[in-house]
């Protein structure tokens, strides 16, 4: 995430304008940069030190307020400080204006980066995003957020869901617009400020709720590095990539949402082992290309079948609305048409 340096008022940003029931500003405070940082401390145990407790106890308690799915509520809850002291010093206000915009506590905002340079490109994922926990100020040319950084997947780094092994960057599973939501806290100059983010919670009950604007449905612990998990979906018990197609079973006492790629695979598996056998043994010829194949835990992690046993011999394109698939055989070039069913209960799709 960005380290805390912006400068206060940028040269075309008007200075921020404050509650009027909050217009008791001081007036003689000397100007100065400040340079934020946050101190996190763990949560004493059996064995901790009373120096260990007696920080825990006299630090600043953040309350998160997002919730992942199977999440107890205090899940992202932590103790901090901010450094220098002279933060818990300073007014607290309800509201601030930047540029004829209210800017409140929890608002989702963009976050300019120290280094952006504008091209013309509105590419939002050129920002950061946050939200607002906290608004404090010296005077009028000095006013600060405290924010909770809400990660884009490609800024992840170690991390992990339950015992799985820590990696870094953007899963197969994460959506264009999707954030990740977490307790990261910092400090940043309200002038940094880019605009309102439209940022909502995605549950993942409502199947076919399209999701507009950007959304959230894990959260990052930045203590522990821990995601929390999100629905599983399909007979596969993978994920769900918004991005991707999810089909639903038209049959009421089914009701499963499946992935499109599963029910491709399924139908072009079950062409192909319907295949007459062939004379002049096409596997033996797959053979000897001495693909590497994955093993059982990885093989369709990602929902493509690199290494289904049609591959070479027949691709498929979804038609009619997702109910069919157009099959070609790449070796005699012969092209069939089958319907789409269910990969729980059979049902037909169309």
Not at 243 to 271: F, G, R, S, Y
Request: charged share 30%; hydrophobic share 30%; with cysteine.
């Amino acid at each position: 995430m960005p380290p805390n340096n912006h400068a206060h008022p940028d040269a075309e940003v008007d200075p921020p304008k404050f509650d009027e029931e909050d217009s008791d500003l001081e007036a003689d405070i000397q100007e100065q940069e400040a340079i934020w940082t946050i101190k996190y401390y763990k949560k004493p145990i059996g064995n901790s030190s009373k120096r260990t407790r007696e920080l825990w106890n006299g630090a600043q308690k953040h309350e998160s307020s997002f919730h992942g799915k199977g999440q107890v509520k205090d899940a992202l809850d932590l103790r901090y400080n901010v450094e220098p002291a002279t933060w818990q010093g300073m007014q607290y206000y309800g509201k601030c204006v930047i540029e004829n915009v209210d800017y409140r506590k929890n608002d989702f905002v963009y976050i300019r980066p120290p280094d952006l340079k504008l091209d013309g490109d509105d590419d939002e994922r050129k920002f950061y995003v946050a939200r607002i926990l906290e608004i404090r100020a010296e005077d009028t040319r000095h006013v600060y957020a405290l924010v909770a950084w809400m990660y884009w997947p490609d800024q992840l780094v170690g991390a992990h869901v339950g015992a799985e092994t820590p990696k870094s960057l953007r899963r197969w599973y994460h959506g264009k617009h999707e954030l990740v939501a977490s307790n990261h806290l910092d400090i940043e100059d309200v002038t940094s400020i880019a605009g309102h983010a439209p940022v909502a919670q995605w549950l993942e009950e409502d199947d076919d709720k399209i999701q507009e604007g950007l959304y959230w449905r894990q959260t990052f612990n930045v203590m522990t590095r821990n995601l929390s998990g999100i629905r599983k979906h399909c007979i596969c018990k993978k994920y769900y990539n918004p991005d991707a197609v999810l089909v639903a079973c038209p049959n009421k006492e089914c009701n499963i949402w499946m992935h499109e790629e599963c029910i491709v695979n399924d139908a072009l598996t079950k062409a192909y082992k319907a295949l007459p056998a062939n004379p002049e043994n096409p596997e033996k010829k797959k053979k000897r290309k001495a693909r590497k194949r994955l093993s059982v835990g990885k093989l369709s992690h990602d929902l493509s079948y690199k290494d289904a046993i049609y591959r070479g011999r027949l691709t498929g394109k979804v038609e009619d609305n997702g109910n069919k698939i157009r099959i070609i055989d790449l070796i005699n070039k012969k092209i069939s048409t089958e319907a789409l069913c269910c990969l729980k209960c059979s049902t037909a799709l169309g």
